[in-house]
């Protein structure tokens, strides 16, 4: 990779839908150029997927919570049960296993304190193996991105 490939990221990051032609003149090299490499970021996996980025508040989730969770115990199956409840809820939007005092960190989105207060009861309540989970609910969102400082 190298530094145009580098400003071709960076531009995508701001707009994924510039047209060829845009990203060409933007990075001084040709559309045939760009189609190519655009092709092999792609390929490559450096460009995981195209997605819109939506507006919580405007689709009625008015409750952010970052939520550090301690498991029970170490066991193997429990931890990988655990991580696969947890990919494959739909409230749960970003997920970390993690060093540090808790085991896992996640973030969820709830339309209002009782949709979060049932998400905890059907989550982690109704989990054995959740020994704590400490949650903190999001005053204002100052800074939230997926750039990459490229």
């Known amino acids: 990779m190298d530094a145009v490939d580098r400003k071709l990221l960076g531009i995508l990051q701001e707009n994924a839908k510039a047209p060829i032609q845009e990203l060409a003149d933007r990075v001084a090299t040709s559309t045939a150029s760009v189609q190519r490499r655009l092709k092999a970021l792609r390929e490559t996996g450096v460009i995981e997927k195209e997605v819109a980025v939506l507006d ?15 498991l029970e115990r170490d066991r193997l199956d429990q931890i990988d049960a655990f991580k696969r409840k947890a990919r494959e809820d739909r409230q749960v939007t970003h997920f970390y296993c993690i060093a540090g005092d808790a085991d896992f960190m996640m973030i ?17 309540y109704a989990d054995k193996n959740v020994r704590k989970f400490r949650t903190s ?9 997926l750039k990459l400082p490229i």
Do not use: Q
Not at 117 to 123: A, G, I, K, N
């Open 108 to 124: 969820v989105m709830a339309n209002d304190i009782t949709d979060y207060e049932t998400f905890t009861h059907r989550f982690f």
């Open 56 to 70: 919580p508040k405007r689709l009625g989730f008015g409750v952010t919570a970052i939520i550090a969770i301690e």
């Open 137 to 145: 609910i999001v005053v204002s969102t100052e800074k939230a991105t």
